[in-house]
């Protein structure tokens, strides 16, 4: 198991941006990807981007459309989520999550989640 601790939430107008940080700790070794999810109230958790921690490989959740952009930072053992041109529907929490296995979108293959950091997005 990894730790994660996200943070740089807040609450930003539409069209706005932020840049989310995850920091990880323990195992770190033992990554393969970095990704991003995100919960609004009443929905369900659905993914947003992927980073292969080696090399840097990205996936993107089609609902980005080149708004956001993952990246991670291997000094600082951290991954980022750089978010332009925020609109009200990516308002949610944003938890930050790490696979052992595959560079994908589905969340069972993330066995190590942070416990989130509040985006609010106003119109």
């Known amino acids: 198991q990894v730790q994660l601790v996200e943070s740089g939430g807040g609450l930003v107008q539409a069209g706005g941006s932020l840049r989310l940080s995850c920091a990880a700790s323990?195992?770190?070794?033992?990554?393969?990807?970095m990704g991003w999810f995100r919960q609004a109230p009443g929905k369900e958790r659905e993914f947003v981007a992927a980073?292969?921690?080696?090399?840097?490989?990205?996936y993107y959740a089609d609902f980005v459309k080149g708004r956001f952009t993952i990246s991670r930072d291997k000094a600082k053992n951290t991954v980022y989520l750089q978010m332009n041109s925020l609109k009200p529907e990516d308002t949610a929490v944003y938890y930050c999550?790490?696979?052992?296995?595959?560079?994908?979108?589905?969340?069972?293959?993330?066995?190590?989640w942070g416990q989130g950091t509040q985006v609010t997005v106003s119109s």
């Open positions: 980073i292969s921690w080696s090399a840097g490989s990205t």
């Open positions: 323990g195992r770190t070794f033992s990554r393969y990807a």
């Open positions: 999550a790490a696979s052992r296995t595959y560079l994908t979108g589905g969340s069972w293959a993330y066995d190590s």
